[in-house]
């Protein structure tokens, strides 16, 4: 599965931004889909990510309350609605997807993810 994701920008803290992760080449049914960050300096972190064979979402504690992920797949699309944005949430946003294992929880460690998109950028000014 191929992932394109959009949506990064500019926004002043307490704004909201929505990024979108398109999926190709084959319907994300079966997959994880996810998001992780990477501010200048740190390592990649995660974010949220869902699954697909029953409901289920799972976020960092960072963004718990704030940002939500959701998904339309008719349009084979993920989406993060980020509000109450803070500058601390400054990063490269990269969209993710890796097979499912139902028997397990959603997997927050980068290694469990296989394909990723290009980033975009995300830029909370205080």
């Known amino acids: 599965v191929q992932l394109q994701a959009s949506g990064g920008g500019l926004v002043q803290a307490g704004g909201s931004l929505r990024l979108s992760c398109a999926a190709s080449?084959?319907?994300?049914?079966?997959?994880?889909m996810g998001w992780f960050r990477q501010a200048p300096g740190k390592e990649r972190e995660f974010v949220a990510a869902?699954?697909?064979?029953?409901?289920?979402?799972r976020y960092a504690d960072s963004v718990k309350g704030r940002f939500t992920i959701s998904e339309d797949n008719a349009k084979n699309t993920v989406y993060l609605q980020m509000d109450s944005l803070k500058p601390e949430d400054t990063a490269v946003y990269y969209c993710?997807?890796?097979?499912?294992?139902?028997?397990?929880?959603?997997?927050?460690?980068?290694?469990?993810?296989?394909?990723w998109g290009q980033g975009t950028q995300v830029t909370v000014s205080s």
């Open positions: 993710t997807a890796t097979r499912e294992n139902s028997m397990r929880p959603i997997p927050t460690n980068i290694v469990d993810y296989t394909n």
């Open positions: 080449g084959r319907t994300f049914r079966n997959y994880h």
């Open positions: 869902t699954r697909q064979t029953r409901p289920g979402t």
